[in-house]
């Protein structure tokens, strides 16, 4: 017999419960993914404060495009907002993967060892 933890969100029904499971799964997976990549630009050789400023600008950035959701999502429509900020990740992503300057970087990150 399978016993069930009781917790006390009985009010909330399954598709609240879900939503907050997905929620919670998906800040873990982007604070995971925030550690890696500190830990990934920390060894190109970046500082802790470039390494903060990159996220600290993230986070801006994740900031003002939910508060530009919140005013235009009904005039432009929700699922084209998701499209478009879905491929200003991924271009995001790819600048990262193929620019190597920092704007206030003193290090020439191309020529670090290995």
Request: proline share 2%.
């Amino acid at each position: 017999m399978v016993r069930r933890i009781k917790l006390p969100l009985g009010w909330i029904n399954r598709d609240g419960k879900l939503i907050i499971v997905s929620r919670g799964l998906c800040s873990l997976a982007q604070s995971s993914v925030a550690i890696i990549l500190a830990l990934y630009l920390n060894k190109l050789g970046f500082s802790l404060v470039q390494i903060g400023a990159f996220l600290s600008a993230g986070v801006a950035g994740s900031a003002c495009l939910a508060f530009i959701v919140s005013l235009i999502a009904e005039k432009v429509g929700r699922r084209r907002l998701l499209v478009i900020f879905t491929l200003l990740s991924g271009a995001a992503g790819l600048a990262l993967v193929f620019i190597n300057d920092f704007l206030l970087s003193t290090t020439d990150v191309s020529r670090l060892p290995g």
